[in-house]
């Protein structure tokens, strides 16, 4: 069975021909319209009608609080245009074919689930580090999704009680790319809008910029909490960090260092810590084709039950 498979970023939309092998034909990627639903749904029916003859369907991995099961962006996003509205049934009416809507942070959860780094696992996660930070829970072998279809939206916990006003030290989202690069122009005295991006600041780090080692030190320290609270409620086998620089050895590396320190300065001292579960902490396997293989693998789950 072959499937039209679309991972639609905030700024490109990327795709290919894949069957349930993971083999991939005639892959591409467009910029993402900005505008208008109108012309998001004409770029993916462009793209699907080229290949309408080879494939059952399409199965789309996207941003956003996506109810899967009737195929509606209920909120969230980057593409503010698709929120409140039943994007899988009308594009299903433009091409003719069945369409399958799953959210990106979740297909990687699925991705990584399916054949990579959370295979076999009964309670797992993937913490993907993006522009924001996007997530997947695993429970009892199952993705969660929940009732209004937001579960796994790391973006949102609050990480600091005495602020409700200041996103940037509130939410689980400064442990994105954005605030890695943010955090890391603020401790060299450099403008908001500096030229940097996550190879040119790793590049910097390998090269033993200071300001960088002391910015990864305590992004990875971030990070260590988000998974120690995930752990406490949970109780993870593994945590599959994901995103462009999960990539970087070295951050993987960080995240668990200071993932041990957490533990061997547990404020209820070392007896307790020292009995508390330890996720594994490891790279997905899946990089940036994790939404594509997620997003295909969503799509023959709901075949497979319908």
């Given amino acids: 069975m072959k499937v039209m ?4 970023g905030g ?9 349930e092998t993971l083999s991939r034909w ?23 009608r080229l290949h309408k003859e080879e494939v059952e369907g399409i199965a789309i991995s996207l941003p956003g609080f996506i109810d899967a099961e009737n195929g509606v962006v209920r909120g969230g996003g980057a593409l503010l245009y698709n929120i409140g509205t039943p994007v899988g049934p009308r594009l299903a009416r433009r091409c003719g074919c069945r369409v399958w809507l799953e959210n990106d942070g979740k297909a990687a959860a699925m991705a990584e689930l399916w054949q990579g780094a959370l295979k076999g696992c009964r309670n797992a996660s993937v913490f993907i580090i993006g522009t924001g930070v996007g997530g997947g829970l695993i429970v009892d072998g199952k993705l969660v999704r929940g009732r209004d279809c937001t579960a796994g939206e790391f973006s949102f916990v609050n990480v600091n009680s005495s602020d409700w006003t ?39 780090l390998e ?22 609270n995930l752990n406490v409620l949970l109780d993870l086998e593994k945590v599959a960090i994901g995103g462009g620089i999960s990539k970087q050895p070295v951050l993987i590396e960080t995240i668990r260092r200071a993932y041990d320190a957490l533990l061997q300065n547990h404020p209820f001292g070392p007896e307790l810590s020292a009995s508390l579960p330890r996720p594994e902490i490891v790279p997905c396997r899946f990089s940036s084709e ?12 709901s075949a497979r039950d319908n």
């Avoid at 892959?27 to 770029?43: D, M, R, V, W, Y």
């Avoid at 790319?177 to 401790?187: F, H, K, V």
């Avoid at 994790?290 to 789950?301: D, E, F, K, R, T």
Wanted: hydrophobic share 40%; charged share 20%; glycine share 6%.
């Fill in 5 to 8: 498979v679309f991972d639609v």
């Fill in 11 to 19: 700024t490109e939309i990327k795709y290919s021909v894949m069957d």
């Fill in 26 to 48: 005639d892959e591409g990627a467009i910029p993402t319209p900005q505008e208008s639903q109108e012309e998001f749904l004409a770029a993916i029916e462009g793209i699907y």
């Fill in 166 to 204: 200041t996103p940037e030290s509130l939410l689980t989202c400064h442990c994105s790319t954005t605030a890695l690069l943010y955090q890391y122009r603020a401790r060299k005295g450099l403008p908001a809008d500096a030229p940097m991006d996550g190879r040119k600041f790793f590049a910097l």
């Fill in 207 to 228: 090269d033993g910029d200071e300001a960088a080692r002391e910015t990864l030190e305590a992004f990875g320290q971030q990070i260590a909490i988000q998974i120690y």
């Fill in 290 to 301: 994790a939404n594509q293989v997620g997003a295909l693998y969503s799509y023959l789950l």
